[in-house]
């Protein structure tokens, strides 16, 4: 007897979105609920969602990915209402930016608590049911910033998506006997709400950062603009291309930046990397 089992019988594939209250997420749900998938968009405050609700083949419920009882929840809701799930989109993030010294303690956990043990709880609470099922997929949002560094004063954020990179492929080898998948998108970036959320740290008494951050300061006042080198329906669609098995890859690359930084990390050794990126913004 299965325990997630009910008597709905779903043909449609299902896929469960966390943070889709805006940016790629948001975008992602609208997408997928288009090419007929049932779509579990879940975000932090559903209460204030009306445009997604009103879509026929998307369920809207509350998901704090920092909260493993409300992941628990819409598992559970998410099955009751589609029959089965398919395909989950660790996709929620934040970005706690500026340099570490400067950078609250509260902000130092947080980053680690959204970004990677956020995915950490995502990925457990699902764990018993696609092991019953035999089968899912986890779809995982990382960056460029998750194989190099690509920005400076971002060393929280690039720690949290190195992290979520080795968890990612730590997992392979005890998911893969249970035929569970396990990919990793790795965007540049694109236009969404990141910028307007990210936690920039700056000191009024400490001088000594003063001038990277504020060449940091612009470049990221920049990213998550209309015109970023990715657009984000470029990203949409490597998502459904990975979800829906045309693309296999473990990892997807997106955006020319991304793959220009990645290439010359590649090529370069680490050291005259970190110089050209450092001559950027400290000279
Ligand atoms: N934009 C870029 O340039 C870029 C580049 C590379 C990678 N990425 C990655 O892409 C992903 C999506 O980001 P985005 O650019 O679309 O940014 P976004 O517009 O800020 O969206 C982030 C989403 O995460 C949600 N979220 C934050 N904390 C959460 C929590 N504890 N539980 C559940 N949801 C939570 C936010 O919901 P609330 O509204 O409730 O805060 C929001 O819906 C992130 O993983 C990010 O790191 C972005």
């Known amino acids: 007897m299965n325990n997630f089992a009910n008597n709905k019988i779903e043909m449609n594939k299902t896929i469960l979105i966390t943070g889709t209250s805006t940016g790629l997420g948001r975008l992602a749900a609208k997408h997928f609920a288009e090419k007929g998938w049932n779509v579990i968009a879940t975000m932090r405050s559903p209460e204030k969602e009306d445009e997604l609700n009103s879509i026929a083949n998307i369920k809207v419920l509350k998901l704090d990915i920092t909260e493993p009882q409300t992941i628990q929840q819409a598992i559970m809701d998410g099955i009751d209402t589609f029959g089965k799930i398919d395909v989950v989109v660790n996709n929620a993030g934040i970005g706690m930016y500026g340099a570490l010294e400067l950078t609250a303690d509260e902000d130092i956990d947080r980053q680690y608590a959204v970004n990677v043990r956020g995915p950490i709880n995502v990925i457990k609470s699902f ?14 949002v990382s960056s460029v910033m998750g194989r190099s560094t690509a920005l400076p004063l971002g060393s929280l954020y690039n720690m949290s998506k190195f992290a979520l990179e080795g968890l990612t492929e730590g997992l392979y080898f005890e998911l893969k006997p249970l035929n569970i998948e396990l990919h990793l998108v790795e965007p540049g970036g694109f236009e969404s709400n990141f910028g307007n959320n990210i936690t920039f740290s700056k000191s009024e008494t400490i001088r000594d950062y003063d001038l ?22 470029s ?20 955006g020319k930046d991304a793959k220009s930084v990645l290439m010359l990390r590649k090529i370069l050794p680490i050291k005259i990397f970190l110089n050209l990126l450092s001559k950027r913004f400290i000279n």
Do not use: D, M, W
Request: hydrophobic share 40%; charged share 15%; proline share 5%.
């Open 127 to 140: 764990l018993p049911y696609f092991r019953e099922q035999r089968g899912g997929k986890f779809i995982n």
């Open 212 to 233: 990277i951050t504020s060449n940091v300061g612009a470049v990221l006042n920049a990213v998550n603009k209309p015109g970023a080198t990715a657009s984000p329906l």
């Open 235 to 254: 990203i949409v669609k490597t998502v459904y291309n990975l979800a829906s098995g045309k693309n296999n890859s473990f990892r997807t690359v997106v």
